[in-house]
């Protein structure tokens, strides 16, 4: 298996790489060419329903296709999109269109990395072999926004597309040599399973969506409108990279140890930096609220890895998926009606509830 972890590793770096060059820039490119803010926000709701449409269809596709087929799909789709995003001053197409169509294929994607990810680690080792796979990622996190506002300054947007479009696409190529067979039901997941302690964890996943509305999106608005600067928005891409690498190199290895009692801390800490966010408005504050983030992250992917590996893996992991873009759905809309210190406040409340979940995840 670990030729097959190396595999998705180098995928997940090149399409990291390569999405994370431009993704953050643009809800900042439709803005600067027309688009009102309104439009972007609501857009950026289908983004999530992409997401749960994803895991609705997701057994289906999977078992038509095979466990890597979202992977495939992703390389092949997404320098479509970026096409697609590069022309909107001609085309003005609906912003929702392309987050719909952006949020099928990259939560889609997760599907299969998660199930591969299930299948290709081992018990008591789970935390630390993701921590492998995900360093990555964030390391392409690190490195592509800050170059990607550079570019911008430099070059323009037109330089950024076309060098993101090259990156996803040589990760989509090297997906095809990925070869793992995870078996799958053939059926449509329509809602979550509630219920025991995968119930829990749908539920913990389902909030950890709505604060993911704000640090995948609103994190991204509120520092460009306060600073008015590509380079600097790249600059901030690059320290929430480095944070989520700390938080992978730190937190997972721990978290194959100290379960529950990391978890609730993680939370608790959690709660009070956003609450910090709110009333201050200081953008570097955001910094230790994705380590945060991410370190959630890590803790709830060892728990549910641990709990699906021998049961339905694609179906408990789209089921997963339809859960976490619910709670995005939920974010966004919520953006659409308060401001910024108050979604931050509820950001906060929503972690502190998440500890009532935190029992028996193991079980």
Not at 7 to 36: C, D, E, H, K, W
Not at 205 to 230: Q, W
Request: net charge positive; with cysteine.
């Amino acid at each position: 298996m670990r030729k097959e972890r190396n595999l998705m590793r180098l995928v997940l770096f090149l399409i990291t790489l390569g999405s994370s060059l431009y993704g953050i820039f643009v809800p900042i490119y439709y803005l600067q060419n027309g688009a009102s803010m309104a439009e972007v926000l609501i857009s950026l709701i289908f983004f999530f329903i992409g997401g749960a449409i994803s895991g609705i269809f997701g057994n289906l596709i999977i078992h038509k296709l095979g466990a890597k087929a979202f992977i495939v799909l992703r390389g092949i789709v997404e320098p479509l999109v970026i096409i697609l995003i590069r022309f909107y001053p001609v085309l003005r197409y609906p912003l929702a269109l392309q987050n719909l169509i952006s949020g099928f294929y990259g939560f889609a994607f997760w599907i299969s990395m998660d199930a591969l990810t299930a299948t290709t680690t081992e018990d008591g080792k789970r935390g630390t072999q993701q921590s492998h796979l995900y360093a990555a990622l964030w390391t392409a996190s690190i490195i592509s926004p800050f170059v990607g506002g550079q570019i911008i300054e430099k070059f323009g947007y037109s330089t950024l597309f076309l060098i993101a479009l090259a990156l996803v696409l040589a990760g989509g190529i090297v997906s095809f040599f990925i070869r793992i067979d995870v078996p799958v039901t053939k059926k449509m997941n329509i809602l979550p399973t509630f219920s025991g302690s995968v119930g829990r964890h749908m539920l913990l996943v389902f909030l950890r969506g709505i604060t993911m509305a704000a640090t995948s999106f609103l994190f991204t608005l509120m520092i460009f409108e306060e600073t008015k600067s590509e380079p600097i928005l790249g600059t901030y891409g690059l320290m929430f990279g480095a944070a989520s690498l700390a938080a992978t190199l730190i937190f997972s290895p721990l978290a194959d140890r100290f379960k529950e009692t990391l978890l609730k801390g993680i939370y608790i800490s959690s709660s009070l930096i956003w609450i910090v966010l709110s009333f201050t408005g200081l953008l570097w504050v955001m910094v230790p609220i994705q380590l945060l983030y991410q370190a959630i992250n890590l803790n709830l992917n060892t728990f549910f890895f641990d709990l699906v590996q021998k049961k339905d893996v694609i179906t408990l992991v789209s089921e997963r998926m339809i859960a976490v873009c619910l709670g995005g759905t939920v974010g966004m809309c919520l953006a659409l009606l308060l401001d910024y210190s108050q979604i931050f406040i509820v950001c906060g409340i929503v972690a502190a509830a998440s500890i009532a979940f935190t029992r028996d995840l193991s079980r």
